[in-house]
């Protein structure tokens, strides 16, 4: 994330690496994450360059929704 913002604070438009999704605002293990993108039930992360890959913000809110839905 640029500039220390929050996960909230950014805009929709903006992607997030793995180190800021987990544990906050995603409580899940790395392990646990690509397990649940492997199935689909996560969103699949964008490949910038050959070792960089990042989930769409917008992407990773409407997972989020759908899980405070569901519960």
């Known amino acids: 994330m640029t500039d220390n913002k929050t996960f909230d604070e950014l805009p929709n438009d903006a992607y997030v690496r793995q180190s800021q999704l987990i544990p ?4 899940l293990s790395p392990a646990t994450l690509w397990r649940e993108v492997k199935a689909g039930r996560f969103p699949s992360p ?3 360059t050959e070792r960089c890959s990042a989930w769409r913000v917008v992407e990773v809110r409407q ?9």
């Open 24 to 27: 906050d605002p995603i409580p």
């Open 63 to 71: 997972w989020m929704k759908s899980k405070n839905e569901a519960n």
């Open 46 to 48: 964008i490949k910038l």
